[in-house]
């Protein structure tokens, strides 16, 4: 049962340009969690989906920024004009549907990206 | 709103000896959840142990041990006879807990861990 898929593991994107970052949860798994890690800082929560549907997008940047997980396909994290401020490692977790209060989120490795 | 605190320093070990990670936390939610993850020079996250606000005891999972202690807001890690692949960033972090929901985790900034040989 493979975990958590991200990629690109490495991502490294001009001011301006776009970034796409996908992530494909566990098998089983339909809940999908994106965090942000700034160099030195621990993981900020970004959003949070389920299959078709965003259900906490608190931690969103109000511009540039949007997320989707469809019915087919990974959950694709998308920077629209990238800033050299959003050079930052991105986290995908996830969690199955019928996880106990207990259920951890598993992480993937992270797609780090790097705007230049 | 949830807020977790980790402000220790750069931590060292001795191999084999034990060391205890601070972490506090912050929260008005009555039931929660608290966890530790280990990333490494790698960049994964691991998941290390979970503690229930609700749990009369302390979680224990190997070498790892929670020690709770919910009046004090404090989720303290032990690492019990450290070894040389400990070497590693460590974040405390929680959750609120939704009957029947999944909910986000609020995580603090880490504590670097390096265990001498």
């Known amino acids: 049962n493979a975990g958590v898929m991200q990629n690109p593991r490495h991502l490294v994107r001009r001011r301006g340009q776009e970034a796409r970052l996908r992530c494909s949860p566990m098998?089983?798994?339909?809940?999908v969690y994106w965090y942000r890690q700034l160099p030195e800082e621990g993981l900020k929560f970004m959003v949070y989906?389920?299959?078709?549907?965003?259900?906490?997008e608190s931690g969103m940047p109000k511009e540039r920024f949007s997320a989707e997980f469809p019915k087919e396909g990974p959950s694709i994290l998308r920077i629209q004009q990238v800033v050299r401020g959003d050079s930052a490692a991105y986290f995908c977790?996830?969690?199955?549907?019928?996880?106990?209060?207990?259920?951890?989120?598993?992480f993937g490795q992270g797609t780090r990206l790097t705007v230049v | 709103a949830q807020k977790i605190t980790q402000t220790q320093p750069g931590m060292f070990v001795q191999e084999k000896e034990a060391v205890t990670l601070d972490c506090t936390y912050d929260?008005?939610?009555?039931?929660?959840?608290l966890f530790w993850y280990k990333q490494p020079s790698s960049g994964e996250m691991i998941f290390l142990i979970y503690?229930?606000?609700?749990?009369?005891q302390n979680a224990t999972e190997g070498r790892y041990s929670l020690n709770f202690q919910k009046a004090r807001k404090s989720a303290n890690l032990v690492i019990s006879a450290s070894q040389l692949g400990d070497s590693a960033m460590y974040f405390c972090?929680?959750?609120?807990?939704?009957?029947?929901?999944?909910?986000?985790?609020?995580f603090g900034k880490g504590i670097t861990l390096s265990v001498r040989p």
């Open positions: 977790a996830s969690s199955p549907d019928s996880g106990t209060e207990n259920t951890e989120a598993f």
């Open positions: 098998k089983g798994h339909s809940h």
């Open positions: 989906l389920q299959k078709e549907n965003i259900i906490d």
């Open positions: 929260t008005s939610d009555p039931s929660y959840g």
């Open positions: 503690q229930g606000s609700y749990d009369q």
């Open positions: 972090a929680m959750r609120r807990l939704l009957t029947g929901a999944n909910s986000k985790l609020t």
